[in-house]
């Protein structure tokens, strides 16, 4: 299955019914990605925070199969 961007809204979606929440990566400046919370090198942030964090940096959220994958927009 190709990997396909899905709107912010479509991940959060998905990020929700998997438990999982938005996360700033403690030992980058600006790493981001979806977490359980169980990780201690990672902090949770806002949706809000994540999505400006998108923006900011120009990535955009690909999906294969539910399997959510954070990346440059090509």
């Given amino acids: ?3 396909e961007i899905i ?3 479509q991940a959060k979606e998905i990020a929700k019914k ?6 700033r990566v403690r030992t ?4 981001i990605q ?5 990780n201690k090198n ?4 806002s949706w809000e925070e994540f999505e400006e964090s998108l ?3 120009k990535l955009a959220i690909f999906n294969s199969g539910g399997w ?6 090509k």
Avoid: N
Wanted: no cysteine; glycine share 12%.
């Fill in 1 to 3: 299955m190709a990997m």
């Fill in 7 to 9: 709107s912010f809204e």
């Fill in 18 to 23: 998997k438990g999982l929440k938005p996360g």
């Fill in 28 to 31: 980058t400046k600006s790493g």
């Fill in 34 to 38: 979806f977490t359980k919370g169980k």
């Fill in 42 to 45: 990672v902090d949770l942030i």
């Fill in 55 to 57: 923006k900011k940096r």
């Fill in 68 to 73: 959510m994958k954070i990346m440059l927009k």
